[in-house]
């Protein structure tokens, strides 16, 4: 199965900030990767597809980037309702696998 | 409005069996490749199983070694996942997921889940 590792595995921030997540895989993925925000008690929310598309309704501030086996969210100008943890997912081939997340935190 | 709502969980003893449903609506099931996604307490997600649109194809995780099975209805728009054999790793919120429009291989919709322990 193809690994997904998160780095960093936790980040401080503050509101207004510029955030950079990255998603390094185990091999080589092509652009089939997704990422996702997940917050306490709630179901994840898919933000980007194909590695770069945004999800329907999914502010501008997000953004995704990468090919292969690194990528990165970014998130410009981080607003209050950011604060949560993301994942990312690959699906380049089945067993389908996600990351185990970066908890985004204010500082 | 899509809604997907899961039921079924609960608490069970290891090697016990338990099934889960997923109700649809507010969107054409029948079409549709449905997955379940599970979530262990405080850690992170595990694709667990994926069905497409008419049954024909099934997939699921490695770590499942046959104990669960997928299957649907598209008749009563609902997602089912047998689970056998059950052991403590099995305990998590399990999600009903719809694979998404844009790119079939992610989830673009998700219940609000449903907690399966598995504890003597």
């Known amino acids: 199965a193809i690994q997904l590792t998160h780095s960093p595995s936790f980040l401080s921030t503050s509101v207004g900030d510029r955030v950079t997540i990255t998603c390094r895989a185990s091999q080589g993925i092509s652009n089939a990767l997704a990422w996702y925000q997940q917050k306490p008690g709630k179901a994840p929310n898919l933000l980007i597809y194909d590695a770069s598309k945004l999800g329907s309704g999914v502010p501008s501030r997000f953004s995704g980037s990468g090919s292969g086996t690194d990528f990165t969210l970014t998130i410009n100008s981080l607003q209050p309702e950011d604060f949560a943890t993301y994942y990312c997912?690959?699906?380049?081939?089945?067993?389908?696998?996600f990351g185990g997340g970066t908890k985004v935190e204010i500082k | 409005e899509v809604q997907l709502v899961e039921s079924g969980g609960g608490l069970v003893k290891p090697g016990g069996s338990l099934r889960l449903s997923c109700a649809a609506s507010g969107f054409t099931f029948s079409t549709y490749t449905m997955n379940w996604v599970r979530q262990t307490p405080g850690k992170g997600l595990e694709w667990v199983s994926s069905?497409?649109?008419?049954?024909?194809?099934?997939y699921y995780a490695d770590s499942l070694k046959g104990r669960f099975t997928i299957s649907r209805d598209n008749t009563k728009s609902s997602l089912y996942l047998q689970m056998n054999s059950l052991r403590a790793e099995d305990t998590a919120v399990y999600y009903c997921a719809r694979a998404s429009e844009d790119q079939l291989l992610t989830f673009d919709y998700w219940g609000q889940g449903t907690l399966v322990t598995v504890s003597s």
């Open positions: 997912q690959q699906f380049s081939s089945y067993p389908l696998t």
């Open positions: 069905i497409s649109s008419g049954s024909s194809y099934k």
